[in-house]
């Protein structure tokens, strides 16, 4: 005879142990099989990252990726160090090179190159070195480089059409740009109030440093030819580099003045057709494909006594704190194996650090602008880097204040050059790179 | 009657029993762990490192903290009088009913109830030296435009205007404190013939000393942070730290730079300028004026 309560019993231990089965497993799904996933960019870069996520998720259905989205640069920025400072970052996050440094001081990153030697997805040798190299801390990869930018000239077809100027060639001089950037600033109404200017540029270090590379000039002075120890700024050549640069807003004008500057930004102005080139990274390419009102392409910076230009790379890094590190590894294989890149590549935002994704159709799309995107590839041999210290942000931030006086007319080049050198001597001091 | 008095007495700690765990835990605990991280270097990635008064002394050494420090004091001698000076002008002027005071004393507390930062790019653009409502008129009567914003010499002079606008907290303190200053000593000082003037300069000032006190104070702490989101949102300090005011560098310094011992020097050099300005303008008050009570 069955005796209904003892039934009863058994089918709540069932149901129990059935559910303590579930929940475990669904908590340890969950623990072993979840990535966050931190990102900076506009709408058309999330997108490509949700798309990346999606591609991934399909590859990958045992691990479920979330995606942080932080649209400004410098919040995202705010948030990373926020985040690693409450030891609760994202699982994988994008960073630059000029910022990683601090984090890989601490120890807060998880090094990635022994994750790299085990895959059998992506090599070392798959990536442009002049990519993965400042990413190398201590000797040791800590990132994998999702993009190897650089700074390019971005320039209005339509108003070098009207002014009859002849387009940027691959090697035009420091003369030529200046005579062009001349040519294309005009006052139409004749109220002494420049209505368009030849060039946009933001005056700082950054957009500075390839100019004195190109005049045989460095940024920073090494000590036993590695570790760098103060701005080398004082050079002859770094200093007449950046007297031709300040020149072209003080002495040409052919660059708002920062009146100009604060009433409209310089992006903003090449973006409603009022500015004829404009210095920027591949970065600004998914906005500027948003321009209906005209044609535009890049072209290679303009060249001094040598051609040089400068890396803008961020890289997918790992957090230390990661609980499951092969889940993390998992993804960024994944988003900087040949598939990832596309996705990504296709945005127009990045140039992609796979040397075989770099120069497949992904990037170099000849139906999307610009029509010239060759030209991140044509000048990757000339690229440099800042040096690759853990303060190197306060240095930007320092010398970018000085520089900005001298741009707009408010101290001299010297004056700026011994500010810039005086002020950031701290932050060289016990610094490694 | 003693009985009922403890209760009475019981009954306002209960009431006040919250707000000290909060204000405690929320406010005192952690202002005392940033007072003793400013004699430490701590980036939060690592433990804090006990260094003495170096921070200070860098601090003291650092042109940029004395151009803050300037910039806030220049900014507070401006902008509180100003401010309180507004919000009396207002009270008195929306004091007796009209027709539509209503709406306007309303109009006149708007500005205050507008989200900073919002509030902050409205002012962004009414001072662009280029496009500006502000310089688009002076353009238009033949004046000259200064650069706002734009130029050292002039960029700190918007935030006082700026901050002239959200004054709708004291004018409504104000308001009421002129509702109930009593009638009589009014009707006393019209018998003895005191005129307008008069009967403001020697009455309604001095009965209103002490609430124009406690708004003094009030401000001078409140405006010292004030200056926070629209320096953070229109200049970033810019240009070239003229419109660099402490709370900007101290959230520079913790947040941005992740100097969280420089950054919280900075906050206790804030308390301290704020307490040392009170205690002076207290020192002013104290001997002056008289209450209703009187």
Not at chain 1, 210 to 223: K, M, S, T, Y
Not at chain 2, 158 to 165: D, I, K, T
Request: a negative charge; charged letters at 20%.
């Amino acid at each position: 005879m069955r005796n209904p309560p003892s039934r009863l019993i058994r089918s709540l231990l069932a149901a129990a142990l059935a559910l303590v089965t579930l929940t475990g497993g669904v908590a340890a799904q969950a623990d072993s099989g979840s990535v966050s996933f931190m990102v900076f960019g506009d709408p058309a870069e999330l997108a490509a990252y949700r798309e990346l996520v999606e591609a991934f998720e399909q590859e990958h259905p045992d691990i479920a990726v979330e995606l942080i989205h932080i649209p400004s640069m410098s919040d995202y920025r705010l948030r990373l160090g926020a985040d690693f400072a409450a030891g609760d970052p994202a699982d994988v996050v994008l960073i630059n090179y000029r910022r990683y440094a601090p984090f890989a001081k601490k120890g807060v990153l998880e090094p990635l190159a022994p994750y790299l030697r085990r895959s059998d997805v992506i090599s070392d040798n798959d990536f442009f070195p002049v990519a993965t190299d400042p990413f190398r801390w201590r000797g040791q990869l800590m990132c994998i480089p999702q993009n190897i930018s650089s700074l390019v000239v971005y320039y209005n077809r339509g108003l070098f059409d009207a002014a009859g100027v002849a387009y940027p060639s691959d090697d035009w001089s420091w003369d030529e740009f200046l005579e062009t950037a001349l040519a294309l600033t005009a006052d139409p109404d004749g109220d002494g109030m420049t209505d368009q200017h030849g060039l946009g540029v933001d005056p700082s270090i950054f957009r500075l440093a390839p100019f004195i590379w190109q005049n045989g000039g460095e940024l920073a002075v090494l000590e036993s030819g590695l570790r760098p120890i103060r701005l080398a700024l004082d050079s002859r050549a770094a200093r007449e580099a950046t007297e031709w640069f300040v020149a072209l807003q003080t002495e040409h004008g052919v660059a708002p003045d920062a009146l100009a500057e604060m009433a409209e930004g310089s992006e903003s102005r090449f973006l409603n057709g009022r500015t004829a080139m404009f210095l920027n990274s591949r970065r600004g390419v998914p906005t500027a494909r948003r321009i209906d009102g005209f044609e535009w392409d890049v072209a290679a910076l303009p060249t001094g006594v040598q051609q040089a230009g400068i890396l803008h790379s961020d890289a997918y890094c790992m957090a230390a704190a990661t609980e499951d590190k092969d889940a993390a590894w998992a993804f960024i294989e994944f988003a900087n194996s040949p598939v990832g890149q596309a996705i990504v590549a296709r945005t127009g935002r990045t140039v992609p650090s796979l040397i075989e994704v770099a120069s497949s159709e992904a990037f170099l799309d000849p139906g999307a602008a610009p029509a010239n995107s060759g030209v991140w590839l044509d000048t990757l041999d000339t690229l440099r880097t800042v040096p690759v210290i853990a303060a190197w942000v306060d240095v930007e931030e320092l010398t970018g204040d000085e520089l900005r006086r001298a741009f707009y007319g408010q101290a001299s080049v010297d004056e700026a050059i011994d500010a810039m050198i005086t002020r950031t001597l701290p932050f060289f001091a016990g610094e490694e790179s | 009657m003693r009985r009922f008095s403890l209760s009475w007495q019981a009954g306002l700690w209960a009431m006040l029993l919250p707000y000290l765990v909060g204000t405690l835990l929320l406010v005192g605990l952690p202002a005392l762990m940033s007072a003793i991280l400013a004699f430490t270097t701590y980036d939060a990635l690592t433990p804090p490192v006990f260094v003495g008064f170096a921070n200070f002394r860098l601090l003291a050494a650092d042109p940029i903290v004395t151009t803050a420090i300037g910039n806030s004091l220049v900014f507070i001698l401006l902008a509180v009088p100003l401010r309180i000076l507004g919000a009396l002008g207002l009270a008195l002027l929306l004091l007796r009913p009209r027709r539509g005071v209503s709406g306007y004393r309303a109009a006149a507390y708007v500005p205050t109830v507008i989200p900073d930062v919002a509030f902050a790019l409205i002012w962004l653009w009414i001072f662009n030296p280029l496009f500006g409502p502000v310089n688009v008129a002076l353009g238009a009567l033949g004046l000259p435009q200064p650069g706002w914003l734009a130029d050292a010499e002039t960029a700190r002079y918007p935030f006082v205007v700026m901050s002239v606008f959200q004054i709708g907290e004291g004018f409504v303190v104000l308001l009421a404190a002129l509702r109930g200053l009593p009638r009589e000593y009014f009707d006393a000082g019209a018998v003895d013939g005191a005129g307008r003037w008069g009967s403001f300069r020697y009455l309604t000032l001095p009965l209103l000393l002490p609430w124009l006190a406690l708004l003094t104070f009030r401000d001078i702490i409140l405006t010292f942070q004030w200056t926070f989101t629209p320096s953070f949102v229109m200049t970033g300090g810019d240009p070239y730290y003229a419109t660099m005011f402490l709370p900007l560098l101290t959230y520079e310094e913790a947040f941005d730079r992740f100097r969280f011992g420089a950054g919280s020097a900075l906050m206790l050099i804030t308390f301290l300028l704020s307490a040392a300005i009170i205690g002076g303008i207290y020192l002013l008050f104290r001997r002056r004026g008289y209450t209703a009570d009187v």
